[in-house]
Structure formats: structure tokens, C-alpha cells
């Protein structure tokens, strides 16, 4: 089976603009995960989606950031706008249900550079 | 405040020699517990995990992890390293009742030499 797959691999913006980063998860997935690793700190959890539904939002930053699930399949992570303090790794992970919530496959990542 | 934390950011270690990589872990009731590894350009990988039972935790590659209650501590193991092991490793925690909200540390970047 396909993996989870994000796109794009890099993007590099300026302050202010726009940014839509894209995961698909592993095909029958309920569970969808959004990390995020800045330069030099810890990976660390932005939100837990279960198919369509937000279950835990509570590492999302600040309310520049906005993530979706249409259908319950793939996810975006939209911020706009950007700042500098966003540039870093924002990796995507799936797990199949609530009793694999901890066996989660995770996506290359994609790195974000604002400048 | 929970917390986990890897010491060593930075570890090099020769081809076939041992490696031991160290997490000790904060948090109000033993969480779940686990290592993944990224290789360059990969996403994570999941090594190995522990919920309950036996401490000594066996994983994929050759690896193993000891949960030790008493120091809060949860360090990966091989007794022979390869090239491929090239890596960065992240030990990670879990409440038992987050639906998998993983918590990572810092990571530790393991250079093998020949």
C-alpha cells in the first residue's frame, strides 16, 4: 500500500504571502496527524483529525494557521499569512483507527522556508 | 510540565561498535513510550513501542529499548551498528488516553564512521 504522501517536498515564500501544504494519508486512515518541527526544537503536535472531524486542535499556534479534511481523506494546512517564526518541517501522519491511534505512519515532511 | 529529553544531540560511533541512545521522560503517569527513526529524506519510522508488560522491548533493525520505572528512563539499544543506521532518532511519549498525541524530544543525530 501507498504510504503518506505530502506535497509540496519544499516551499520557500515571503513574509505575508500565502502557503497551502498537502497530505495524503494512507488510504482507510480515520486517524490524521499534523506535526511541525522548527529549526533546532522538538517535533511537536499541531492537530489530530478522526475522518472529517477536528478531535484536538490544541497545537495549532495562532489562528493564521487553518487545517482541513474534506471527506474524511486528504488534509490541507493553510497559513496565511505567513511569518518567519513558521519556516520548519510540518510532517503528516495516519493511523487506521482509535486502537492503532499510536501506530502512526508518517509522511517525508514538508520543509517550509519564509523569508 | 511534561516533558521528554534525548542528552545527546549529536552521537558518532564507529561501524559494528555498540550505540545506546538515552530518553528520560517527565510526565504525571507512565505514558506510552516510543523511538522512531528518520533517515535522510524519509519520514519517520516507527523502531519500536511500550505499552505494558516486559521492559525490555525488542524492535525492527536489531534495536531495543529498557523502560526503567525508577529513573523515568527509556534508551535504545544495538549491540552492532551499520552504516545504514545513519540517522536521526526521536524518542517520544504518549498519554494513554490522547488517541496518539505523541510527544517528542529533541532528537540525537547518529554519524556512523567507517
Known amino acids: 500500500e501507498a504510504g503518506v504522501t505530502q506535497f509540496p517536498s519544499h516551499s520557500v515564500i515571503e513574509k505575508g504571502q500565502t502557503v497551502t501544504l498537502r497530505c495524503d494519508p494512507i488510504s482507510g486512515h480515520d486517524n490524521l496527524y499534523w506535526y511541525r518541527r522548527v529549526m533546532g526544537k522538538e517535533i511537536k503536535f499541531l492537530l489530530h483529525f478522526v475522518k472529517e472531524s477536528k478531535q484536538d486542535e490544541s497545537g495549532m499556534p495562532n489562528n493564521r494557521f487553518l487545517a482541513e479534511r474534506t471527506g474524511g481523506t486528504y488534509s490541507t494546512l493553510k497559513v496565511q499569512p505567513a511569518e518567519l517564526e513558521d519556516s520548519g518541517v510540518y510532517f503528516c501522519?495516519?493511523?487506521?483507527?482509535?486502537?492503532?491511534?499510536?501506530?502512526?505512519?508518517f509522511g517525508p515532511g514538508t520543509r517550509l522556508t519564509v523569508t | 510540565a511534561q516533558s521528554v529529553t534525548q542528552p545527546d544531540i549529536h552521537i558518532t560511533v564507529s561501524e559494528g561498535a555498540s550505540l545506546e541512545l538515552r530518553c528520560n521522560y517527565s510526565y504525571g503517569a507512565t505514558p506510552y513510550l516510543f523511538w522512531y527513526v528518520q533517515s535522510p529524506g524519509q519520514g519517520l519510522q516507527l523502531l519500536l513501542k511500550?505499552?505494558?508488560?516486559?521492559?525490555l522491548v525488542q524492535g525492527i533493525k536489531g534495536f531495543e529499548a529498557e523502560f526503567k520505572r525508577s529513573q523515568s528512563s527509556f534508551n535504545l539499544r544495538k549491540p552492532s551498528v551499520h552504516w545504514s543506521d545513519a540517522a536521526e532518532y526521536f524518542c517520544a511519549v504518549a498519554a494513554t488516553d490522547s488517541w496518539g498525541k505523541l510527544q517528542f524530544g529533541a532528537g540525537t543525530q547518529v554519524v556512523v564512521t567507517p
Open positions: 501522519a495516519s493511523s487506521r483507527d482509535r486502537g492503532s491511534s499510536y501506530e502512526q505512519y
Open positions: 511500550y505499552f505494558s508488560g516486559d521492559t
